[in-house]
């Protein structure tokens, strides 16, 4: 299985740690999607897509990085996302790339996302949100779903 993580980790590195550690197990490129053409991706059997939530939203250059891939037939690939708050049962924040990424004719196997340290707005008067985070229990949730995704694609 050829693997390749796209990722933008902007404020604090949290998601390009979760990344570096998915990409460890899935023997994965982690790369920002300025460091990729596009056509690239049609060499990979899976293809991780993540960032860190901004207002409820990835980070504006991953999605405009998918918005920019012309619609055909794809393989698998993931969502991935660090937050200082949960995601919402009744308003997932992952669903629109999940979207957007099967109408670019992905198949979106599955979703991860985990808390990180947020100093967002109101957040930084305080020091910020999450501070210990993501910590080992989500590094381990990382893994594990990591792990999950390799056997699962190649059974």
């Known amino acids: 299985m050829k693997a390749i993580l796209v990722c933008t980790s902007v404020s604090h590195g949290n998601t390009k ?3 570096d550690l998915m990409g460890q197990v899935l023997s994965a490129r982690v790369v920002t999607p300025d460091q990729i053409d596009p056509a690239e991706l ?3 059997d899976l293809v991780g897509f993540g960032s860190g939530i901004f207002l409820g939203s990835f980070h504006a250059q991953l999605r405009e ?3 920019s891939l012309p619609q055909e037939p794809r393989r698998k690939a ?4 660090t937050s200082g708050f949960p995601e919402a049962r009744f308003q ?3 669903r629109p790339l999940v979207k957007l ?3 670019k004719g992905f198949e979106v196997t599955d979703t991860f996302s985990c808390r990180a340290f947020d100093t967002y707005a109101p957040f930084k008067l305080v020091g910020g949100i999450r501070k210990d985070r993501p910590n080992g229990a989500d590094l381990a949730a990382a893994r594990t779903f990591a792990e999950r995704l390799r056997a699962h694609i190649a059974a």
């Open 17 to 19: 740690r979760i990344a």
């Open 42 to 44: 049609a060499g990979y």
């Open 65 to 67: 990085f998918v918005e």
């Open 78 to 81: 993931f969502v991935f996302a």
């Open 92 to 94: 997932r924040f992952s």
């Open 101 to 103: 990424l099967q109408q």
